[in-house]
């Protein structure tokens, strides 16, 4: 089982939708958590950092669920620039970020 | 604003070449780390490094060397090339090994014969 899984999709979504997809991470030691994007064979971007309260971004939401241990991600309002691959990422001890292989979203007119 | 800088960005070597893939960054952070990326597999650890003069493997380093000499420079080494380590790699650095954010260079795709 990997450490980090994500459901690669894709999810495909009418612009002005709202889309959600979730993380679940196999090590509860784990304290930070990040949601990246990443487009087309282009490197990873730091899309929000996820705290525990919950945080929100203009129309990207992120929540953790340390009981059932997964994090979220919510876009609002869906925009054709948001198709992207969104990774997942927890880090469960220092210095080792891990990462999930990918939610694939396509925003369609 | 450069950045993390990787180089090549395109690599093609035959089984049993050795190379290096350059990594250099000049936001003076401490922490820098090497990833490699397969389809379907995700971005998985190789080394890293939290300071000049400290590596530690991370989840995949066999047939991977690096070394820190500077705070800038990052190196990963190939020491006799395999199919299996055809790959995109990416190099990243932080200021921080656990709540910082990551920033990571172009990628170096790399196709091993």
């Known amino acids: 089982r990997k450490e980090v899984e994500q459901d690669p999709g894709p999810f495909n979504v009418p612009e002005g939708a709202t889309v959600a997809f979730n993380c679940t991470y196999s090590n509860s030691a784990s304290q930070s958590f990040f949601w990246y994007r990443q487009d087309c064979r282009k490197e990873p971007k730091l899309l929000m950092s996820v705290y525990s309260s919950g945080n929100e971004d203009g129309r990207f939401t992120a929540q953790l669920n340390r009981a059932s241990q997964y994090i979220s991600l919510l876009i609002r309002d869906s925009k054709l620039s948001d198709s992207a691959t969104y990774l997942c990422?927890?880090?469960?001890?220092?210095?080792?970020?891990?990462f999930g292989a990918g939610t694939q979203v396509v925003v369609t007119p | 604003n450069a950045g993390v800088t990787q180089t090549p960005k395109f690599q093609v070597l035959k089984t049993g070449q050795s190379m290096t893939l350059q990594c250099a960054q000049d936001?003076?952070?401490?922490?820098m780390s090497w990833y490699r990326q397969d389809p379907g597999m995700g971005l998985r650890l190789i080394h890293y490094s939290v300071g000049a003069g400290i590596t530690d493997q991370g989840e995949v380093p066999n047939g991977y060397n690096v070394s820190r000499s500077t705070t800038e420079d990052f190196p990963l080494r190939l020491l006799s090339a395999a199919p299996s380590q055809t790959s995109v790699y990416f190099c990243?650095?932080?200021?921080?090994?656990?709540?910082?954010?990551?920033?990571f260079g172009e990628g170096s795709r790399l196709t091993v014969l």
């Open positions: 990422a927890v880090n469960p001890s220092w210095g080792k970020l891990q």
């Open positions: 990243a650095s932080s200021s921080s090994g656990s709540t910082g954010e990551l920033f």
């Open positions: 936001m003076n952070h401490e922490y």
